[in-house]
C-alpha cells in the first residue's frame, strides 16, 4: 500500500521562514521540494531536481522568481516551466518541473500533494488560534522517527505523567480523576479529551490561586488527516464553571508532515524567547524523542498492527487517528 | 533457511554481570532482551520491549523485581505477566512480553531461544573447568562478524602459527610435528586435538626448564553447538609421559553467541590483572578480528558452501562444526 | 541486465604507482583486486581474496613474487597458482586465484575483466599524447558517483560555462558562437567537439596576445568505450588557420574505471607542481563532483531512460556514448 495519503493538505512551513528571494529546500514525502515566495507576494512550489541532468535546483540561483540551475543555466519560473535556456530553445522550453498547490493560511504555509484539481482550500484545518494578537514563537524540528508514532505521543496525552512530571509539574491528576473522552467533529477531526475536576493543581500555578484551592482542569487535542494537531489546555478555578481562569488559556499547533517514511518535520509553537523556545525544544528532543525513536526501534521496520500491540482505553484517539489514516490509504489505493 | 538453531542453549552473560536491581540489556539473535535476577537470586530474561509502544523496557526502572515501562509505566514482572497498570487494568493485565528460560551454571547464565518444554538444564556443555579455585577475568567481547567465521578461527589453531607468533611465542611446532586428530565424544562435542611430542619449548618456557629440555604439548579444542568452546593447553617435560608439566594445564572457556548474523558475542577468560586482560583483548581485536573481518568482507554476504572454499586438512574440525550447525537449522526448518 | 561491459580495457592506475616489491589493492567493477609489478618487469592482477577463507590477500605479505596470505600462510604466484602450504599440500596446491590479463602502454596498466582469450592489446585505445616529453603529474581520485554520470559531465564541456567559470576563465564563448558537432571515428571514438572562430579570447590569454587580438579555440574530447577520454584543447590567433598557436596544444586524458556501480577511480593528469595539482584537485572535487552527487542524488538510484531526462542538442555526444554502452550491455548479456 502506498505509505501516504496524497489527497489531503500537509504543512511546509512557516510563511515567515520563506523570505523572499530565497528558496526553501526540504524534503516532503520523500521527494525533495523547493518552498519560494514570489514578487507578487504569492507562494509556489517545485520539485527540487532539474529535468536535465536531475541536479537540485536548489544549489541554482534566483533571479527575481527564476530559478537556473547550477549545472547548465537551464532557467524555470515559479510555475515551474523551462523559461530560459542557453542551448537548443526549442527543446529546453518544452519542458517543466512539477509543482504542488500550495496556499499561506495564518502564517502556515499548506501544500497538496494529491491531485490538483482536488486542492480545495477550504479543507484547510482551522488553525484560527495562531490569529491570537499575542507574540509567539513559530518553531520547526526534523525527528528520525515516522510520523504515526510522533502521532500516537501526542493523541495520549497520558505519557506526559510519566516523562514530563519534571518539566511540565504534572502531578498525577489526569491519571487519578481525569475524565476521557474520544469525539468526532462534522469538520473531520478527532478529539481526544481530558478533563480534571476539584483536583490538585500543578507546583507552578499555585501562587496565582488562594491558599488550599483546587482547580478544573482540561487537555484536549485535536487531530486532523494526515496529523495537524492542536492542543487546547485551560486551569479554571474549581467552583467557578471554568469561568474564573488561573491563567488564560492556552491553544498550540502540533503538526506533522512526513520528510520520509522514517522521518518527520515538526511544526509547533512556544513563548517566545531564548528560555522558552529552549525549554520546549528540550521536551520534544530530550523527553518525547528518545520515547518515539525507541518505539521505532522495537518495530524493526514491522507493520504496526501486524505487531498486535496492546491496546489500552487511554490509546482511543491514536488509534481512531491511525484506522483513519490506513482507511484513506486504502481509498487511495483503490482509486 | 532460519539463520540460527534455536533449541540450544546459549551463553547470555556473566552471571557476575547481572547485578541485583540492575538490567542488563543485550541483543541476541538478532531480538533484544533483559537479563535479570531476582531478590530470590534467581535470573530471568524477557524481551525487550514493551507490548503496548513497543519501547525498550530497559529503558524504564526496576522497582524489586517488577520493570516499569519508562513511556507509560506499564509494569512487567521478571516472569513476563504485566502485574501493574495505571489505566484500564483488566486489558492490561491480559498483557505479557516473551520470555525464555535461563539458568546459571559455573558462573554462566545459558538461555534457551527455542522450544522452553525441550529446555532441559542437562544439555548445557560441560565448563565444570570454571570451577579452577584460581582467580580468572571473566571477560566478554563484541565482534562484527557472525558467529561461524569466528568459530573457524577458534577450530582451527593452525593460524596461531600465522597471526599470533609475536604475542603467543609459537615457533612452528604445530606445523612442523603437530599431530592433528578430530573426534567426537558422547557428548555430542567435537574435539579438534594437536599434540607435538619432542618438540622446542617456546620463548616464555625456557627458563623453567632444564637446559636443552624437548616438550610434549598438547592445544585441544572442543566444541558445543551452536559455538561453545573450551580450550586445553598443556605443556609436559618430553619423555615423562605428561607427568611434569612445565606449567599446570590451562583450560579456558571461548564462548560465542550471536548478537544478529554479522556480530557476535564473544566470551572468554584470562589471567586476572589489567595486564593480562590487555594481553588478551589485544590478542583478540588485533590479531584475530581484524583476519575474520576480512574473511567476512571477502565473502560478501554470500554463503560459504556457495563460494567453493578451498578445504584443508586442519580445517577438519571447523567443517565438522559447520556441518552439524547446518544439519540443525535444517532440522528445525522441517520440524 | 549486467551493471558494467566485461570485454573492454579498463584503466587500473598509472604503471608509476606499482612498484616493485608491493601491492596495488583496488576494488574495480565491484570486487577487490591485487596489481603488482614481477621482478622481470611484467604486471600481474589477481583476485584479492585467499580461495580458503576469503581473507584479502594484500593484508598478507611479498616475498619475491609470492602473496602469503596472513591467516593461514598460503603463498600465491603473481600467476594466481597457489605455490606454498605449510598443509597438505596436495590439496592446496590446486588451488588458485582468479587473475585478469594486464598490459602496460603509455604508463598506464590496462586490464581486461572479460574472457581472456578476447584480450587483444590492439582494442587498448589510443593515448600515444602521454609520450610527450613535457613533465606531466598523473593523477588519481575517488569519487562517490557511478561512472556514467561523470563521463556525462565530461561530454557535455557547455558545463564548463557554469561551473567553471571562475577557475578556467570560461567566457561565454562556447555558447556564444561555438560550434558542435558529435563524429565517430574508425577507432570507434565518438568525439564531441566545440569550435570557436573569431572569439574573445580567455583573461588569461590576453597578456600573450596583441591587443584586442581574438582566437579561434577549440575543445574536442574523444570517447572509448567504458570511459577512456581524452580532452584536446587549442587556441590560436584568429585568421592563421589554427598556425599561430597562443598556447601549444593541450591533451589530457580523463579516465574513468566504475570501482563499483556507485564509486568511480578517476585518473587523469594535469601541469606538475603543488599550485598546478591543488588547482585541478580543486576543480574536480568541488566543482564537478558535487554537481554529479546531486544528479545521483536525484536520480534516488532509479534508471537514467526511465527518468526520461530532458535531452539537449549539447548532449548528444553523452548520449550517444550513453547508447553506446547499453548496446554492449546488452550484447553481453545476450551472450
Known amino acids: 500500500m502506498n505509505a501516504f495519503v496524497r489527497n489531503l493538505w500537509y504543512m511546509a512551513g512557516w510563511a515567515q521562514d520563506v523570505c523572499e528571494g530565497q528558496m526553501l529546500a526540504r524534503t516532503f514525502l520523500g521527494r525533495p521540494w523547493i518552498v519560494l515566495r514570489t514578487h507578487d ?25 527564476v530559478i537556473t540551475c547550477a549545472y547548465h543555466g537551464l532557467g524555470f519560473s515559479a510555475q515551474g516551466r523551462c523559461v530560459h535556456s542557453p542551448f537548443g530553445h526549442e527543446t529546453a522550453l518544452a519542458a517543466s518541473v512539477p509543482t504542488l498547490p500550495v496556499v499561506e493560511r ?65 502531578n498525577g491528576s489526569l491519571m487519578d480523576s481525569g475524565q476521557h473522552r474520544v469525539v468526532s467533529d462534522e469538520s473531520g477531526a ?10 490538585q493543581p500543578p507546583e507552578w500555578s499555585r501562587a496565582m490561586l488562594p491558599e488550599g484551592a483546587l482547580i478544573d482542569q482540561w487537555l484536549h487535542i485535536r487531530w486532523h488527516a494526515p496529523a495537524s494537531m492542536a492542543l487546547f489546555i485551560g486551569l479554571a478555578q474549581a467552583g467557578t464553571d471554568r469561568r474564573e481562569m488561573v491563567v488564560p488559556p492556552m491553544a498550540n499547533p502540533h503538526i506533522l508532515t512526513p520528510e520520509t517514511p522514517n522521518s518527520t518535520w515538526y511544526f509547533y509553537t512556544s513563548d517566545p524567547g531564548p528560555e522558552a523556545e529552549a525549554f520546549a525544544r528540550k521536551v520534544f528532543l530530550e523527553e518525547d524523542e528518545p520515547m518515539v525513536k525507541s518505539a521505532a526501534q522495537g518495530m524493526a521496520g514491522e507493520d504496526f498492527w501486524a505487531l498486535k500491540p496492546l491496546i489500552l482505553p487511554t490509546d482511543a484517539g491514536a488509534i481512531r487517528a491511525r484506522r483513519r489514516l490506513m482507511q484513506l490509504r486504502r481509498e487511495e489505493a483503490l482509486a
Do not use: Q
Open 41 to 65: 507576494g504569492s507562494y509556489a512550489m517545485l520539485a527540487d531536481r532539474c529535468p536535465h541532468r536531475f541536479v537540485a535546483l536548489s544549489k541554482g540561483t534566483r533571479n527575481g522568481d
Open 190 to 199: 478527532i478529539w481526544n479529551n481530558w478533563d480534571m475536576t476539584d483536583t
Open 106 to 170: 495564518w502564517g502556515i504555509l499548506w501544500f497538496w500533494p494529491g491531485d490538483p484539481a482536488a486542492a480545495d482550500p477550504a479543507l484547510i484545518p482551522d488553525f484560527a488560534l495562531l490569529d491570537d494578537p499575542k507574540p509567539i514563537a513559530r518553531a520547526t524540528l526534523r525527528m528520525d522517527v515516522g510520523y504515526e508514532l510522533i502521532t500516537d505521543n501526542l493523541m495520549d496525552l497520558s505519557h506526559a505523567e510519566f516523562i514530563h512530571r519534571a518539566t511540565f509539574g504534572v
